[in-house]
């Protein structure tokens, strides 16, 4: 019997995960049972949530447990069926976790047409982080013609796309990135009018300048630093779509606001709008974001990156330098190869 490998928690990590809260395991490749299929991962997905997923505080989701395989999308294709839903050679999203073999009784698995684009984007542009934008930015941020919309994260899989759908939508886009080659392609290759470092010791102030007239939407992916940057400009009846506070998913220990009153105060006369979410809250809209998204990649309107490491064993130190902002685009691990 062949083996496989999976990455489970082996320790729940105090501030910035470090590779001994990780352990690689090899296991058995189990053999499918009646009514299951199992699944080979070709493409494994990282995304900042994990972070919290590593911790047993209170959250929208369950935590993964002390020796539990990490949790993540997955592009699989399915090695093995006795599941007449699905055949050998299907490719499928999955949520197979961090291992390269899984067994799933169907249920969550769906199908993947290599033919309408790269596999890879279903765990991408055209998968969670893709619909995240889509419905963080339409139907909480509403952005109208000619306001401003700013997105943190830009080069990242969801800002990326937060920005680009501002532009369509007839709004200026400006991005906040790390690092002028970031800040650059944001610009130059997604069309952003413009994009800030977060680095930037005069962050404050390239940041108004580049938004003469306010901010109407800012999209919330970082916290800390980049939102006390952003606040002050808010416009009144400004709407925040809070999706990620990467800048805060170290922290071991909650602290008091700073300035929680006026914040406060700014949100009542200015009429503000904050709203949090997860990409489940709008299921329904998977459908429109399918059609509307995959429309605006053939057509070229949406652009995507993919910063890839190679083999399950690269995960750990993948995620940890997407905590820090290392990737360049969606940070996707390569398990194996698109057929066996």
């Not at 062949?2 to 082996?10: E, H, T, Y």
């Not at 993947?112 to 909480?140: E, F, H, N, Q, R």
């Amino acid at each position: 019997m062949s083996q496989g490998k999976r990455i489970v928690l082996a320790a729940r990590p105090v501030g910035e995960p470090k590779p001994s809260d990780f352990r690689i395991e090899e296991f058995a490749v189990p053999t499918p049972a009646a009514g299951e299929v199992l699944l080979r991962t070709i493409w494994l997905s990282l995304d900042p949530y994990m972070r919290g997923r590593m911790s047993d505080g209170p959250s929208y989701a369950t935590p993964v447990p002390v020796g539990g395989v990490m949790e993540a999308g997955t592009v699989c294709e399915v090695a093995a069926s006795n599941n007449p839903n699905f055949a050998k050679g299907d490719i499928v999203l999955s949520r197979a976790g961090w291992q390269t073999h899984a067994i799933s009784d169907g249920k969550g698995l769906n199908k993947i047409d290599p033919k309408l684009a790269p596999i890879s984007t279903a765990v991408g542009v055209l998968g969670m982080p893709g619909m995240t934008a889509y419905t963080g930015l339409l139907d909480i941020g509403k952005p109208q013609q000619g306001e401003t919309v700013v997105v943190a994260g830009a080069s990242g899989a969801v800002g990326s796309a937060v920005g680009q759908i501002a532009k369509i939508k007839g709004a200026r886009a400006v991005g906040i990135a790390g690092g002028k080659d970031k800040c650059d392609y944001v610009v130059k290759e997604l069309g952003f009018d413009a994009c800030i470092d977060h680095r930037d010791p005069d962050l404050a102030t390239k940041l108004k300048d580049a938004c003469p007239k306010g901010i109407d939407v800012y999209f919330e992916n970082v916290g800390g630093a980049v939102f006390e940057a952003v606040f002050p400009l808010l416009n009144a009846f400004a709407r925040v779509p809070v999706c990620g506070l990467i800048a805060h998913y170290n922290d071991t220990e909650a602290k008091p606001p700073k300035w929680a009153a006026s914040m406060m105060r700014a949100t009542l006369t200015k009429r503000l709008t904050f709203r949090g979410f997860i990409v489940s809250d709008f299921a329904s809209r998977h459908g429109d974001f399918l059609r509307d998204m995959s429309g605006w990649v053939r057509e070229g309107k949406v652009k995507y990156k993919e910063f890839v490491t190679e083999g399950l064993e690269s995960a750990p130190e993948a995620f940890m330098g997407l905590l820090k902002g290392a990737n360049f685009g969606k940070q996707l691990v390569r398990v194996g190869p698109d057929k066996a």
